[in-house]
């Protein structure tokens, strides 16, 4: 006796409200999405006025990367600016996280941010080596041909004093 697999098929439940007319949905914007459990998403949506509120806010936040971007293209110059630009970066990531705005222009920004993040770190890695090779120059010099003991180091970071 043959028997035949069952058709593989998919159930939805909708809690949200429904509607004799989708027109008067006007807009519509998925704001979030996420996987409960394998095969179960989750899909957060608004409509209306709120939609376009949140396509403005995304638009805005959008703009905010941009410039983001072009500061860290062109002022990665001193340690202070770079560790600046990593904390901003931190917190327009967390803006971006917590936004409404449309899911698929989040997951964008938040891969933009991440590259930025990385980048930044390198930057302030490399600074703070930078700064640490020229202090420790600095006390080679003003010893040579002495026993040198360093007893304190005045930087403004931490991970400098680790590298000397």
């Given at each position: 006796?043959?028997?035949?697999?069952?058709?593989?098929?998919?159930?939805?439940?909708?809690?949200?409200?429904?509607?004799?007319?989708?027109?008067?949905?006007?807009?519509?914007?998925?704001?979030?999405?996420?996987?409960?459990?394998?095969?179960?998403?989750?899909?957060?949506?608004?409509?209306?006025?709120?939609?376009?509120?949140?396509?403005?806010?995304?638009e805005a936040l959008a703009?905010?990367?941009?410039?983001?971007?072009?500061?860290?293209?062109?002022?990665?110059?001193?340690?202070?600016?770079?560790?600046?630009?990593?904390?901003e970066i931190g917190q327009?990531?967390?803006?971006?996280?917590?936004?409404?705005?449309?899911?698929?222009?989040?997951?964008?920004?938040?891969?933009?941010?991440?590259?930025?993040?990385?980048?930044?770190?390198?930057?302030?890695?490399?600074?703070?080596?930078?700064?640490?090779?020229?202090?420790?120059?600095?006390?080679?010099?003003?010893?040579?041909?002495?026993?040198?003991?360093?007893d304190a180091v005045a930087?403004?970071?931490?991970?400098?004093?680790?590298?000397?």
């Open positions: 006796q043959d028997v035949k697999p069952e058709k593989q098929g998919s159930v939805e439940l909708c809690c949200g409200t429904h509607l004799l007319q989708t027109g008067a949905i006007e807009d519509f914007v998925v704001v979030s999405e996420r996987q409960l459990v394998q095969g179960v998403s989750r899909i957060v949506a608004v409509t209306g006025q709120q939609a376009k509120q949140a396509r403005e806010v995304g703009q905010e990367v941009e410039s983001l971007s072009h500061r860290l293209q062109s002022r990665m110059s001193s340690l202070c600016i770079a560790q600046r630009l990593s904390k327009l990531t967390e803006t971006v996280d917590n936004a409404v705005i449309p899911q698929c222009l989040r997951r964008e920004l938040q891969g933009t941010l991440k590259a930025f993040q990385r980048t930044a770190n390198t930057a302030i890695r490399k600074l703070e080596t930078k700064e640490a090779m020229e202090k420790s120059n600095i006390l080679l010099k003003k010893h040579h041909g002495q026993y040198l003991v360093v930087t403004d970071s931490l991970s400098i004093l680790m590298k000397v």
